[in-house]
């Protein structure tokens, strides 16, 4: 198979050729995710991946669209977004400026009509010229169903779209089919391939989830962070660079109400780079904070563990903001994702006598870190 900008393979043969084709447009997949990927483009089923913000769960579906040679459809879910945005409308406007043109036409096949009920018996016996293909107005998922072509279609943030639609959806992804009353009902040519994604705002239908193929895509490893760092070609010397990820991925366990994902930590290396960062700087980190820290109240925790996550140096214990009736900030929160022994001691403020090495954080941690923001809008 061959695509129309490419002669790139629509499918894979393996999953280290998903790796390698993916790695190619620029998208570093860990094992994992290459191996769903795989089974999505061999089962022709839907992948859902869930996960917090800025892990790269657009940017696969980008890249797979570039890897496979497939254009890419792209339906971004919002509240109150109705099925006209997702599936199809008629077009109001061409329908009108139709009439218009046509008006002589018109009037000629109400000219015999006695009365109003005639007259409009005469127009709805040519209701099938105004609702025809021609004044169909594709949305994302028909156009997907209808496209000549095999696509790469992107259902963008599900869980911010209503129920309502998420039953829409459903129904499409079970047959690959979307009915449209006055003209039949379209099957696809080619089963597309069809990634959603979720930032877990909302539970997910259980059925939706069945559909699919699911995947948690949580922070990556120090390893393949720095390895997507070196890949955008950021300008920050190496070692800089390496250091970089483990502040951001310390930063990461400070329950901040945005943690900062690999976007972020992109955004930071590009921002040291140009500021001529060639080694370790707390200060020059501590000045562009901003750019991985959105809230004020992040801001502030960030600054307080900095030297300790760049240097070792104990932070000074700043007041929690909420109270035990406060899940979300307080100490309650920060109490309920500790678990025994995952902070060393000369965390919190604990005089050791010692300095503290900047703490590891395992790939399970961030994902226990976005299981505990579950529910609470990140942006
Ligand atoms: N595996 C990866 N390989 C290369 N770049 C990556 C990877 N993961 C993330 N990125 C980079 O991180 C950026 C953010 O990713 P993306 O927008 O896909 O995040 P997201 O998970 O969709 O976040 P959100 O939930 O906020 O929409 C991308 O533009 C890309 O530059
Ligand atoms: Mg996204």
Request: glycine content about 8%; overall charge negative.
């Amino acid at each position: 198979m061959s695509s129309r900008n490419g002669h790139r393979p629509q499918s894979f043969a393996s999953v280290e050729e998903v790796t390698s084709r993916l790695g190619d447009v620029g998208y570093l997949a860990d094992r994992a995710l290459a191996t769903t990927v795989f089974l999505q483009a061999r089962l022709g089923k839907p992948l859902l991946l869930e996960g917090p913000a800025g892990v790269g769960k657009t940017e696969l579906a980008k890249a797979l669209a570039a890897a496979t040679g497939r254009p890419l459809l792209r339906l971004q879910c919002y509240e109150g977004q109705d099925e006209t945005k997702a599936l199809y409308e008629w077009d109001y406007g061409k329908q009108m400026l139709y009439t218009q043109i046509l008006r002589e036409k018109i009037a000629q096949i109400v000219a015999d009509a006695d009365d109003l009920a005639g007259a409009v018996e005469a127009i709805g016996a040519h209701d099938s010229v105004f609702f025809s293909e021609r004044f169909l107005a594709e949305r994302p998922l028909l156009r997907a169903i209808r496209s000549p072509e095999p696509v790469v279609l992107l259902v963008d943030e599900v869980d911010r779209a209503d129920e309502a639609l998420e039953a829409v959806l459903l129904e499409m992804l079970a047959e690959y089919q979307v009915s449209v009353p006055e003209l039949g009902t379209f099957t696809a040519r080619h089963v597309p391939l069809v990634v959603l994604t979720s930032n877990n705002t909302r539970d997910l239908s259980a059925a939706l989830k069945r559909r699919c193929l699911h995947l948690f895509l949580g922070y990556p490893s120090a390893e393949r962070e720095l390895e997507i760092i070196r890949s955008k070609s950021t300008g920050l010397p190496e070692a800089v660079a390496g250091h970089l990820v483990d502040v951001v991925r310390g930063l990461r366990e400070q329950g901040l109400r945005k943690p900062p994902g690999i976007s972020e930590a992109i955004d930071w290396a590009r921002t040291l780079a140009l500021l001529g960062a060639t080694e370790p700087d707390t200060a020059l980190l501590e000045d562009t904070i901003s750019v991985v820290a959105k809230y004020e109240r992040d801001v502030e925790r960030a600054l307080r563990v900095l030297p300790v996550l760049v240097e070792g140096e104990r932070p000074v214990p700043v007041p929690e903001t909420g109270g035990a009736d406060d899940p979300g900030t307080g100490a309650a929160l920060r109490a309920a994702r500790d678990t025994p022994g995952r902070h060393g001691s000369g965390y919190y403020g604990e005089r050791t006598g010692t300095q503290a090495a900047p703490r590891r954080v395992s790939g399970s941690q961030g994902e226990r870190s976005f299981v505990a923001n579950h529910g609470r809008r990140t942006r």
